[in-house]
């Protein structure tokens, strides 16, 4: 079973020992690693879709983990029962959906213990949905996979520190640890945006200027990020 080195190092942010719920499964990686490497007791494998759901089935009985590896066609957390598991994987996602899924999902998420995230976009709607509903970031990894950037949270039952709305964006401990993998995300942003300020200098229609006007308050903000590291 060939799995990516992203969703590898999401399944090694579960706390060993517990039930996991994996939202969005698709060919049921993660739950195989989990129980390949024994950090989790009890996987429930989850998908929207029957196609990716019956891969996963076939993978799950290929590796001999029916006994362990339960699989359900569930939007979200709708067949997951309260208390029925420890933590739920969200990895694959835009942020918005990951946050739609969080609330309608919510009696839940409330009975969770921890939740490991990976958000493909709009990560800071995530941080911030997560301190409304009482979870604090305890960690942060960022990795690149296949040329691609990719953050994963971890998150706890707690109360946070205060963030900033760069925190928010960029993510307060990759920022705090000078994280290399952020710094050279950010230094990518800086020279896409770089490109872009250029092209909208040479426009001058309404929509031009005031998203020229974003793009120079965005470059302006990671270069004071990086004068930092």
């Known amino acids: 079973m060939k799995i990516s080195n992203r969703l590898i190092e999401v399944s090694k942010y579960v706390t060993p020992g517990y039930r996991v719920a994996d939202i969005g499964t698709d060919h049921g990686y993660v739950p195989i690693y989990l129980m390949d490497n024994k950090l989790a007791t009890y996987v429930i494998a989850m998908d929207v879709n029957q196609g990716p759901l019956k ?29 029925e598991t420890d ?28 939740l490991v995230i990976s958000p493909h976009s709009d990560i800071d709607i995530v941080r911030k949905y997560l301190h409304e509903i009482g979870f604090r970031i305890i960690c ?15 998150v706890q039952k707690g109360k946070d520190k205060d963030y900033s709305e760069v925190e928010y964006k960029y993510g307060a401990i990759l920022l705090d640890n000078k994280d290399l993998i952020l710094k050279e995300f950010l230094m990518n942003q800086l020279n896409k945006y770089i490109l872009i300020e250029k092209r909208l200098m040479n426009e001058k229609t309404d929509n031009s200027i005031c998203r020229l006007k974003q793009i120079q308050e965005d470059i302006q903000e990671i270069k004071g990020i990086l004068e930092n590291y």
């Open 55 to 83: 891969r996963a089935e076939l993978n799950i009985r290929e590796n001999g983990y029916e006994d362990v590896i339960e699989t359900r066609l569930s939007n979200g957390f709708e067949k997951l029962n309260v208390l």
């Open 87 to 114: 933590v739920a994987v969200i990895a694959g996602m835009g942020g918005e959906l990951i946050k739609k899924i969080l609330i309608e999902g919510k009696e839940v998420v409330d009975s969770l213990k921890e």
């Open 140 to 154: 942060e990894k960022m990795l690149i996979d296949e040329e691609k950037f990719y953050t994963i949270i971890k």
